[in-house]
Nanobody, 129 residues
Framework: QVQLVESGGGLVQPGGSLRLSCTVS????????IGWFRQAPGKEREGVSC????????YYLHSVKGRFTISRDNAKNTVFLQMNSLKPEDTAVYYC??????????????????????WGQGTQVTVSS
């Protein structure tokens, strides 16, 4: 069982920045790929970014490339999502999740939410003037 807790959401103006944090169970980052997903009202949950456990590979949703950066701090058991140049269309509830170990410790570009087994409770990000 892996526990994940998100924090850092809030209200920000267009063009602003936020940093989301996902604190996970101790040692989980040694074994699990961790992804960030988001879900806007009336839309399906989509993968935003993913960081593999051991090979450093990361992936991003096309619409956030160059604006969002995922990083891991294993000593703090935390995965961050730095979000810059935020747009109103980034408004959503953001979730972090741990990929099921049966799919291995590496992310894949499609970031299929069905391959992620453990989920946090989510944090709201609202981009509005």
């Amino acid at each position: 069982q892996v526990q994940l807790v998100e924090s850092g959401g809030g209200l920000v103006q267009p063009g602003g920045s936020l940093r989301l944090s996902c604190t996970v169970s101790k040692f989980a980052l040694d074994y699990y790929a961790i992804g960030w997903f988001r879900q806007a009202p009336g839309k399906e949950r989509e993968g935003v970014s993913c960081a593999s456990s051991s090979n450093g590979a990361t992936y991003y949703l096309h619409s956030v490339k160059g604006r969002f950066t995922i990083s891991r701090d294993n000593a703090k058991n935390t995965v961050f999502l730095q979000m810059n140049s935020l747009k109103p269309e980034d408004t959503a509830v953001y979730y972090c999740a741990a990929q099921s170990r049966k799919y291995g410790p590496y992310c894949t570009e499609d970031m299929d939410r069905n391959e992620f087994e453990y989920w946090g409770q989510g944090t709201q990000v609202t981009v509005s003037s």
